[in-house]
């Protein structure tokens, strides 16, 4: 027979919501403040023409650019004082992981428990700082150089005091948001990094909505076409839910206790193992090496010469590397699965999982403690793992080659629908839990009240 407290649980729902004051409090603190992130995104950088940017912008699409201006909302394109968003603290944060995990010095300070996140989190923010700097300054100096070459000058006074004051207000404005973000999680609902993220991807659906029907109103594209990309989208939200929140659960059994009643009994226990343990890790990755020629060569503007041998490999990387190419979809995949594994072995270690398992005096059935469980979780998450990154790859390939055959700038890509799907479901569980935690605070109330009248 249930219990009253999984009566609650199970008919828990939304009805509620106007009873959670402090709940209330914590969702409109996170509104308020991707309201000012959305503000953000329209002040632009000192010393920018923004009518010639405008101009501009059509010409620099198709790199690794148009990634990162996606996750920033719209702001690098208007080049605003969060033009480079928090992808640096996030290429930051995944550094100091896979160093964590890879150096001796880091991994022993990750062991410290508290202290050593916060150093680790401090040496991630000196790592955003340097990377803002160095992105900053090669975004200011490329703009000047691309927008010379392109015969339009979006840059009112280029120079030294243009780019150093670009630096200086691009780092501020990262540095901002990471404050924001930090707020969001602590005051708000939600990781605020991850909100910040999805509501710059959220923020260009209303115009790519309206430039597709406004294309099949036009005649410019079929409406089987328009069909088809709706229909797409909503079968790889739903097989991201699925797989996003699908698990491998080990059964974890301990020794035998006694109860109080003088009985022994066995605790059981499960160890989870994520499907998608690497996350959207594997494809950000993948699409910023892949990417990154096309870049370069798109800075460079007129300047590279294709006589010379390294300015003929850039030039032949641009086009056999562009959106929708055979050898782009199929490196893409292969740097895909690369990283799966890779990131997957680098946040998972089978033999600290072991030996902890092995202290506490648990254990897997019929798997001996030790070197036989870390070889068994090993082959366990490699299977799983396989299966992963076949998803992974599933669901940002196929976006590519639908763009490719259509012919539509389909903006929500893979890695942006993985982002925005993840972000949604985990946001959701925490508002549940909120409100799974306000209803059994009103049950220990009501048991208060009633013994207090015995």
Known sequence: MASRADNIASNMSLANFSKATELRKRIMFTIGALIVFRFLSFVPLPGINPQALASLADLGRGGIL???NTFSGGSLERMSLIALGVMPYITASIVVQMASALHPTLAAIKKEGASGRQKLNQYTRYGTVFLCAIQGWFLAAGLESFGAAS????????GYMFRIGAVISLVGGTMFLLWLGEQITSRGIGNGVSLIIMAGIVAQFPTFTANLFEGGRTGSIAPGIIIGLVAMVLVLIVLICFMERAQRRLLIQYPKRATQRGQMQADRSHLPLKLNTAGVIPPIFASSLLLLPLTISQFAGNSVSTESTAGGI????????????????????????????????????PEETSENLKKNG?????IRPGKNTATYLDYVLTRITVVGAIYLTLVCVLPEYMIAQTGVPLFLGGTSLLIVVNVTVDTISQVQSHLLAHQYGDLIKKAKLKGRTR
Do not use: R, W
């Not at 015969?151 to 280029?158: E, L, R, S, T």
């Not at 699965?337 to 990131?343: D, W």
């Open 66 to 68: 148009d990634l990162f």
């Open 151 to 158: 015969g339009i000058q979006a840059v009112v006074d280029p």
């Open 314 to 349: 850039i030039v032949t990387l641009n086009q056999y590397l562009q959106h929708g190419q055979p050898l782009y979809m199929l490196l893409y995949a292969i740097g895909i699965i690369f990283f799966c594994f890779f990131y997957t072995a680098v946040v998972f270690n």
């Open 362 to 366: 648990g254990f897997i059935p019929g």
